[in-house]
């Protein structure tokens, strides 16, 4: 008995050394960290899982209630779809007024819950406000500008701030989160996202295929971090957190030397998220005061030529009869925003089977469209 325990032991001993030596290590951070603090996979609940900025607010303000606020019932169909697909929240925004809004699995109005990717979303929107600041010059800056590196990178010297936002940056990434040695798992717990996105390389020239790559932000929020001087949480607490009133302050995970996850992981409430898809539905004007230009807001919400289905880091769809654009992220993560009923829904949940169309959109949101307009 005891030979068999010693050479589990060692055989373990030497699994865990090749994983290691290997460049694998942050899985062993991973099992650390879930085995310590709740599910073993990503969740919306991963707030205290990682070290983070804070983005604080200034003036609570929450939504002004319609008066017909939560008479509305929802639909079985919407009902069931919400059970199947593990919703934690849903919140419906008409004219400006919140409609709806119901919580789940122990969430409520003040749960952060974390955007997964809906933050490269709004790393977009900070790419505009930087422009409007004078921080960058425009979207379609070079990196190398930044990052005098990629000047002696074949197609890297060609990368501009336009490509690391509408996906087509041409980077040497395979985006893949079925298992734990793929590079998204290991941009999820590695400790240093700067060292793994400038180890990256540009395989082919940019600006000519469409290729989803988590990368790309990562890339894009160290450039954007360089150019304002300042932690991105910082930025987006002066340019969207304390303009809109945001009723709680926020929270930005990061890595372990302050680097935003800019790939993903805002940690807000669903009502704040909600405001951000009514800043976008009214072109970037908040109360009278211009947060965003509007003419940065039309290019962020239109559809590229190499995916009409993908702007700049934000979902279109303007093949269903109601169009709408969204934030999109891991689990299930929706911010929609239906500009001809003067509808914003958010949604968020835990489910990691959503069904996509063609263009891989997940055919939830359409469906929500679709059925809770029929509540307007």
């Known amino acids: ?9 060692a055989g373990t001993s030497a699994i865990a050394a090749v994983i290691y030596l290997s460049g694998y290590g942050y899985i062993f951070k991973a099992i650390g960290i879930n085995l310590k603090k709740g599910p073993v996979t990503p969740s919306i609940d991963d707030e ?5 900025h804070p983005v604080p607010n200034l003036h609570p303000k929450p939504w002004e209630k319609d008066e017909k606020y939560n008479t509305g019932i929802l639909s079985e169909s919407v009902l069931k779809n919400l059970k199947k697909t593990r919703a934690s929240s849903l919140i419906i925004v008409h004219d400006s007024k919140l409609v709806h809004e119901q919580y789940w699995k122990d969430h409520d109005s003040s749960s952060l819950m974390n955007s997964f990717s809906m933050a490269k979303g709004i790393l977009s929107i900070l790419v505009g406000c930087a422009i409007d600041d004078g921080y960058l010059q425009s979207e379609d800056q070079l990196i190398s500008s930044i990052f005098p ?11 501009t701030v336009r490509h690391l936002m509408t996906m087509q940056a041409g980077l040497d990434w395979e985006e893949e989160y079925r298992h734990p040695f793929a590079p998204n798992s290991k941009q999820y717990f590695i400790d240093d996202l700067a060292d793994q996105a400038f180890n ?10 469409y290729e989803y790559q988590s990368v790309a932000p990562q890339l894009l929020g160290l450039a954007l971090r360089k150019a304002i001087g300042k932690q991105l949480s910082a930025y987006l607490s002066e340019k969207l957190w304390k303009p809109l009133d945001m009723e709680f302050p926020a929270k930005w995970s990061t890595d372990k030397k302050g680097m935003e996850k800019t790939f993903c992981c805002i940690h807000a409430s669903p009502r704040d998220f909600a405001k951000i898809g009514q800043l976008l539905m009214q072109n970037g004007n908040w109360e009278g005061k211009q947060l965003i230009s509007k003419e940065y807001c039309k290019k962020l919400l239109t559809p590229t030529k190499a995916n009409d289905a993908f702007c700049f880091t934000i979902w279109s769809d303007d093949e269903n009869e109601i169009k709408h654009r969204f934030f999109y992220g891991f689990l299930g993560q929706f911010v929609i925003m239906v500009p001809e009923k003067k509808m914003v ?6 489910y990691n089977r959503l069904e996509v169309d063609k263009k891989l959109r997940p055919l939830q949101v359409k469906f929500l469209v679709d059925e809770l307009s029929k509540m307007i």
Do not use: A
Request: aromatic share 12%; net charge positive; hydrophobic share 35%.
């Open 149 to 159: 590196q990629y000047k002696n990178s074949r197609y890297g010297k060609f990368l």
């Open 345 to 350: 829904i958010v949604k968020t949940g835990f």
């Open 48 to 52: 205290e899982k990682f070290p983070s």
């Open 200 to 209: 990256v390389d540009v395989k082919k020239m940019p600006g000519e295929t």
């Open 1 to 9: 008995m005891k030979k068999i325990l010693s050479t589990v032991v």
